[in-house]
């Protein structure tokens, strides 16, 4: 069973346009499109319609994270002028035919996993924002630090987002505060603490090494799915794109007194 929608056919889009519109869907955990981390295994287009096909790093892949994957994948093809019919297809995965048929019957999560779904995945995706802009926050102040040697992890508390260089990493955590609704204004102050306070003069530094473990696990974990991938799809490592925002390895941990 396939996930099958129809729009009104005018002129069909290009795989380019294709893969362009998948570059929005990203791994939840990874915050990484999932076009760079090479889950998108083929793409089809056809006079008729699109077909693609999602391959993830392993078979045992969460099945929630596989479902915002997929659904993301299915609603951004589909909102493309002229895709036609649309079948996104998950491979290889253990709940492959599962989520497939809740996609071709429009049955959403719960009506895809019954008793076995959680409550929601609002909660869930809001979870993984906030930690994509915990780990874009330190990329952006641990930059800030290096480009300086005589600045501080206290002085991170005065850093607004005028401060910050133009550039990939910047435009990555403005980016991850428009998501949550943080002000992307110069003025507004780059660190944070996770629910959206501003830490205190005697926190800045716990607050940033906090950060830096956050970031140290999102960048660690994608780095490990890569291989995964690569290891069970031999080639998929040809296309793979490092991110764009990655900077070099972070300031070493200090242990607090």
Known sequence: MTAILTRPLTEPPTEA??????????????????????????????????????????????????????????????????????????????????????????AGYRGTFGHEADDSLDELRATFQRKAHTAAMERALTGWLRADPSRTEAAVL??????????????????????????????????????????????????????????????GNAHFCRGLLATRYPGAEDDQVPRADAHHPALPLEVLP
Not at 85 to 95: A, I, K, P, S
Not at 195 to 205: E, I, L, M, N, W
Request: aromatic share 2%; charged share 25%.
């Open 17 to 106: 346009d294709v893969r362009r519109a998948l570059d929005s869907v990203v791994d939840p955990e990874l915050d990484e499109p999932i076009t760079d981390l090479g889950f998108v295994r083929s793409v089809a287009v056809e006079p008729a319609g699109v077909t693609v096909h999602l391959r993830l790093p392993t078979s045992f892949c969460a099945p929630n994270f596989a479902w915002l994957m997929v659904s993301d994948a299915r609603d951004a093809v589909v909102a493309l002028p002229g895709a036609g019919r649309v079948v996104v297809e998950l491979d290889d995965h253990h709940d492959s035919d599962l989520i497939n048929r809740g996609l071709a019957a429009d």
């Open 158 to 219: 005065d850093v607004t987002l005028g401060d910050l260089p133009a550039g990939p990493v910047t435009e990555a955590l403005r980016q991850r505060r428009a998501v949550l609704g943080l002000s992307v204004a110069d003025t507004a102050p780059v660190l944070l603490a996770p629910d959206g306070s501003r830490p205190s003069a005697q926190t800045a530094a716990l607050t940033l090494r906090r950060a830096r473990s956050v970031r140290i696990s999102v960048d």
